[in-house]
């Protein structure tokens, strides 16, 4: 396996999410990688998060304590319960996605994210004011990447199903997100 140049490809899934899709899954990398990138990305998710908790806190914005222990375990629960809502809800409307292929899109996502997180941070020390705007552009666009990483893991043929895909994986995620938060999501 030969890894691409990771700049490219950050902006070639900025650009072009297909495209980039498309070149992800030609990585076909092993299960022992998939799963190292997959703890690395909950771990640096983490950094990033307790980063933003306390930047918000810092502003005087509202607390929210949480163990490291807590955020890590919510963090790989969440990864991986989007995994497989895209695999089983992909699969019930028709795609042919594989665990792997909805792993490596899911993990690349996750640390493009994440760089997302880390660059907000650091607008926020300048201005939090940015915060806010900059984590819901990062959410809308993200939202954007994952309908084409969608649409070519399952091999749809169409934005539609993919839209699909993740309205019902959010339905799903409801019940999951109030059980490892029974005070809502946070």
Request: glycine share 8%.
């Amino acid at each position: 396996m030969t890894i691409p140049p990771l700049g490219p490809l950050a902006s070639l899934t900025l650009r072009k999410p297909a495209e980039a899709a498309r070149q992800i899954l030609a990585l076909n990398p092993g299960r022992e990688v998939l799963w190292l990138a997959f703890f690395l990305a909950v771990v640096l998710n983490c950094i990033a998060q307790m980063g933003i908790d306390m930047s918000i806190a810092a502003s005087g914005g509202p607390t929210v304590s949480q163990s490291i222990p807590v955020v890590l375990i919510r963090s790989a629960g969440t990864m991986l319960f989007s995994i497989l809502a895209f695999l089983y809800v992909g699969r019930f409307l028709g795609g042919t996605g594989r665990f792997e292929d909805l792993m490596i899109l899911t993990i690349w996502l996750q640390f493009l994210q994440i760089a997302a997180l880390v660059a907000t941070l650091a607008l926020s020390l300048i201005a939090v004011a940015f915060m806010a705007p900059l984590i819901l552009a990062t959410a809308i666009y993200s939202l954007y990447i994952t309908l084409h990483f969608l649409n070519e893991a399952h091999k749809f043929g169409s934005l539609g199903k993919s839209f699909g895909v993740i309205l019902l994986s959010a339905l799903l995620a409801v019940p999951f997100v109030l059980f490892l938060n029974p005070l809502g999501p946070v």
